[in-house]
């Protein structure tokens, strides 16, 4: 359903755009790429990916350098990869492998949880790989593989102590970003580049640059003007008079909310929560601490990304560039929450297996 929403909805803020029209054609192919990850991953049992966890973590890092060194350069960021023609993101991979490797160190070391420093080592191997994607610069996967981290960690029995410690580190760090935002100190070297603080800066003091809110402006326009039932498909004044910017990406929630107001929004919201609470559902019902670790890790990406980006379309959180799970436009996105999906599927398939052990 989210999928079929986001390729109407493509289709619909690009419509009034001729250079834009072939993109709903593009997110189709996409789609079908991602329903067949899903099924085939589906169908192969969770438990062989343990085996691959360690050789994806690898792959991850060496895709992650060859971008750096090589990768395709828009919007001023380094991110995209020339695979056949088609543009891949490897911090995608990332936030799936993530989940993988994170799980798989786990339930290997889960005897050694309550050690400080297996979390520590733990710690270092989800943040080389999130350090590689923050160089690119994408501060908000490096965020989210963070948080896929610390989720995973959590639901196996993270300490107190160790997440007061980890939770003062996180504090000391959000104070450093903001030290070098306002230039109280300068790190030669530190992976902030001026749009970001600007961002930053915008979101804390948004009457600093009201040029600059534009988008965020427009975003919020484009929900108001929906009303409670919206103005209708490929009607809405705002999307199509094309004031609302990258409508068909980061703002595409906007773009519904136009369209079919709060009663749409609030459809869509309730959408999105019943597939985090059947995915919390099957990590609660399996007995394999793996394949829940697994589920406990896609549920995390899947919130922390749509709220985030549902946030910024209504000013409540700083534009941070992430897609709306499913729905916006982007082929890697969205292969990779299929794939994501498709291994929640592999774990509710093979509950019973593992209960009785067979």
Excluded at 22 to 48: K, M, N, S
């Amino acid at each position: 359903m989210l999928v079929i929403v986001g390729i109407t909805m493509i289709r619909s803020t690009t419509f009034e755009s001729p250079e834009l029209a072939e993109l709903p054609f593009v997110q189709i192919r996409w789609a079908f790429i991602g329903l067949t990850a899903l099924f085939v991953t589906a169908a192969i049992d969770y438990r062989y990916w343990r085996s691959l966890a360690r050789p994806m973590y690898i792959f991850a890092i060496l895709a992650l350098l060859v971008v750096a060194a090589f990768g395709v350069v828009q919007g001023g960021a380094q991110r995209w990869a020339d695979v056949f023609g088609l543009p891949v993101q490897p911090s995608e991979i990332a936030k799936i492998g993530t989940i993988l490797w994170t799980a798989d160190f786990v339930y290997r070391n889960r005897e050694k949880i309550k050690n400080f420093r297996w979390v520590l080592v733990s710690l270092a191997m989800s943040g080389f790989p999130a350090a590689l994607v923050l160089l690119e610069p994408n501060l908000s996967t490096a965020l989210i593989i963070m948080i896929i981290w610390f989720a995973i960690m959590f639901t196996a029995g993270l300490h107190w102590k160790h997440l007061a410690i980890l939770a003062a580190l996180g504090a000391a760090l959000v104070l450093l970003v903001l030290a070098i935002t306002f230039n109280l100190i300068s790190i030669p070297g530190f992976p902030l580049e001026d749009y970001q603080r600007e961002r930053i800066i915008r979101f804390i003091f948004p009457d600093s640059d009201p040029g600059a809110q534009y988008n965020v402006l427009q975003a919020l326009i484009s929900i108001g003007s929906g009303g409670l039932f919206g103005e209708g498909y490929n009607h809405a004044s705002q999307v199509n008079l094309r004031f609302l910017k990258v409508r068909h990406t980061d703002f595409i929630f906007s773009s519904l909310s136009a369209e079919f107001g709060f009663v749409g929004a609030l459809v869509l919201i309730a959408v999105i929560c019943l597939v985090l609470f059947r995915i919390l559902r099957i990590a609660r019902s399996t007995p394999d601490p793996f394949g829940a670790l697994i589920c406990y890790g896609v549920a995390a990406m899947m919130f922390y990304q749509s709220f985030f980006n549902m946030g910024m379309n209504m000013n409540l959180l700083p534009v941070t560039g992430l897609p709306l799970p499913f729905v916006s436009y982007g082929g890697s996105a969205l292969v990779s929450y299929m794939f994501a999906i498709g291994l929640v599927e592999s774990v509710a398939l093979r509950r019973k297996e593992t209960e009785y052990g067979t």
